[in-house]
């Protein structure tokens, strides 16, 4: 299955909910004065920040089903974020909708309103009316706080451990937008086109947002292992971590990663694994220290300490129609690859391989073994040390592999630094679904 580009998801979902809500309006809704169209805005902008913030919910559960679809779990990722910072947006536009023309009566630049009359067949007062009044004040407080959570996880120099508490405030903060949402939207939609899919969206969201609250999320592919070795590279400040799960581990491909988690202080952080899987319950995680948690791990770890190890995840497995492929590492970027040495080694499947190294802070021991692992499974390793030889560029790696345009790339490593090829490659005339990049950024 070819993933779908992530970029046309939000826009599209916006799209499509909008077309159905225009379905959805009573005739003539449209046509009224200021206040009769500023009613149903409203309404539309809190339907889209809701669907984004429900879509949200729901990839951040980790729903294993659609990882083919979107192209693995670090891609879609990234996509949970951007449907946050939608959502938040609409929930901003739905909020200034309410407050500015009511500021704008206030200073007499507005003539005050005929309230609008309501689409519900049943003007009678129920038990959802007698909740508007909690639902608008508690929805008004939630999207402060929404506020709040999102600049912090956008904010990278926010420590780890603190985002990862504070965000698990999300799934209380959308189930109360949930239940803002379901008193306060017009009865008449819930019979209208619209009315089912935000239905499931809704329902599917409230259901996310509780297996997180209560800590359910990828329970099922959880295994807790010891650790059997650590093994530190320092030139390059790398830290092997060797697991062993026993038979609790389904397996997995070269190029996933998993979730470990050594304490419940710090919480699950993603590493790649750099190790094949043998069925042998032995997991490799080569963990560079760039944050100030990892830096720290050395300390923190020990031979025989329990760890919890969630995955695999990923669809960085180097599944291709071609055999010709060029990989990229750009530091720890290295680790897929190191597995997928090891799964090549003693089967020699016939595949033409460049591997391209680029390492800032290069380790004799460490670049000795990939030097090892590659010519057992016959790729051919080019180093470059970037304080020596700088950054690869695609000139540079045309003179190497002219024919790189007949190869599948799969890139790993600094984000800059795979966009800067990949823009490069494209514009030569490399379509873009042979360029294959393993995200690092999580949040």
């Known amino acids: 299955m070819r993933p779908t580009p992530l970029k046309l998801v939000p826009p599209a979902l916006a ?15 449209l046509a009224g004065d200021f206040w009769a169209i500023r009613h149903q805005l409203i309404y539309l902008t809190g339907t889209l920040a809701i669907a984004f913030m429900s879509a949200g919910v729901v990839l951040a559960a980790r729903p294993v089903q659609i990882e083919g679809a979107l192209g693995g779990l670090d891609k879609f990722y990234r996509l949970h974020k951007w449907l946050g910072v939608g959502g938040l947006l609409f929930g901003l ?21 005929n309230r609008p009359r309501s689409s519900d067949p049943r003007p009678d007062a129920n038990i959802l009316d007698s909740l508007r009044g909690a639902a608008t004040e508690m929805g008004e407080l939630a999207l402060y706080l929404l506020i709040v959570l999102v600049a912090l996880a956008l904010w990278k120099r ?3 451990h603190w985002f990862f508490k504070t965000h698990r405030l999300t799934a209380p903060i959308f189930l109360v937008l949930a239940f803002h949402a379901v008193v306060l939207m017009d009865r008449a939609y819930w019979t209208a086109p ?4 935000m239905a499931i969206l809704l329902a599917a969201g409230v259901v996310a947002a509780a297996t997180a609250l209560f800590r359910r999320i990828g329970h099922s592919r959880r295994a ?15 830290l092997d971590v060797t697991v062993d799960v026993g038979t609790a581990w389904p397996g997995h491909q070269a190029g996933q990663f998993a979730f470990l988690k050594a304490n ?11 190790s094949t899987w043998h069925d042998d319950g032995h997991l490799v995680f080569s963990i560079k220290g760039l944050g100030d948690y990892t830096r720290k791990l050395p300390d923190l770890l020990r031979l025989g300490q329990a760890v919890t190890i969630e995955g695999p995840y990923g669809r960085f497995d180097f599944q291709s129609d071609l055999t010709r492929q060029i990989w990229i590492a750009g530091g720890v970027g290295i680790t897929p690859f190191i597995a997928r040495l090891q799964a090549l080694a003693p089967i020699r499947n016939g595949s033409d391989v460049d591997l391209f190294y680029s390492t800032a802070a290069p380790d004799d021991d460490f670049i000795a073994q990939v030097r090892d692992l590659a010519t057992r ?6 180093l470059l040390v970037t304080p020596r030889d700088g950054l690869l560029t695609l000139d540079r790696l045309t003179e190497l592999i002219p024919d790189w345009m007949e190869a599948d790339i799969w890139f790993c490593g600094p984000a800059q630094f795979g966009k800067s090829l990949h823009e490069a490659m494209v514009a030569r005339g490399l379509p873009k679904t042979r360029f294959h990049q393993e995200l690092f950024e999580m949040r």
């Open 377 to 382: 499974a016959g790729v051919r390793v080019h």
């Open 224 to 238: 807790v292992g010891e650790i059997t070795s650590l093994v530190r590279y320092p030139g390059n400040a790398v």
């Open 158 to 160: 926010f420590p780890y």
């Open 15 to 29: 799209l499509i909910l909008t077309v159905i809500w225009l379905l959805s309006l009573p005739d003539g809704a």
């Open 194 to 197: 619209l009315g089912p899919p």
């Open 264 to 274: 419940d202080r710090e919480g699950a952080h993603p590493f790649t694994i750099s």
């Open 93 to 113: 536009i739905h909020w200034l909708l309410e407050i500015l023309p009511r500021w704008m009566v206030d200073q007499g630049w507005l003539s005050r309103a």
